[in-house]
Structure formats: structure tokens, C-alpha cells
């Protein structure tokens, strides 16, 4: 048996071996390891799936959120007194 073309084509789901993910440009079933789409050759991101914020930016927020925090604490203090 000699299975050599790599594009043929399989619409089964049960892909465990070969983890694909659609093209944001084109939609075709692309391995995620590829860095750019076979199909219509555009740049492929990664994007976290399901991820969010990066850390930097989550820790950002937090020190944001704590020296607004900190503030308003002093203001209010400064405001009472
Ligand atoms: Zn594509």
C-alpha cells in the first residue's frame, strides 16, 4: 500500500495524529505546526484557543487595577480626614 499523497481527502473527524485547524483565510484543513496556508499560502497566526489575555498584560491589569485601587483608598482617606 503506498499512501504517499498527503492531500487526500478525509472528512472524517477522528484526525488524532494529525491535529489540522482551518485556515482563517481560506478555511482548508491545515496542519497547526504550518506556518503558512498550502492552499492559498497565507501566514497562519497561532492564536491561543481559548486563552485570552497573555500574562503581561493580565499583570498589567492587575497592577493597573491595584494603583487605581490605591488611589481612590488615599483620595477617600485624604477626603474623610
Ligand atoms: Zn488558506
Redesign the pocket.
Known amino acids: 500500500m503506498d499512501w504517499d499523497d498527503d492531500d487526500r481527502d478525509t472528512d472524517g473527524p477522528d484526525d488524532e495524529s494529525d491535529r489540522v485547524a482551518p ?1 482563517p ?2 478555511g ?1 484543513e ?1 496542519s497547526q505546526e504550518a506556518e503558512r ?1 498550502p ?2 499560502g ?1 501566514w497562519v497566526l497561532d492564536a491561543p484557543a481559548g486563552g485570552g489575555w497573555p500574562l503581561w498584560m493580565k499583570l498589567g491589569a492587575v497592577l493597573a487595577l491595584v494603583v487605581v485601587g490605591l488611589w481612590l483608598v488615599g483620595w477617600l482617606l485624604g477626603a474623610l480626614a
Open positions: 485556515c483565510s481560506c482548508a491545515i496556508c492552499r492559498c497565507d
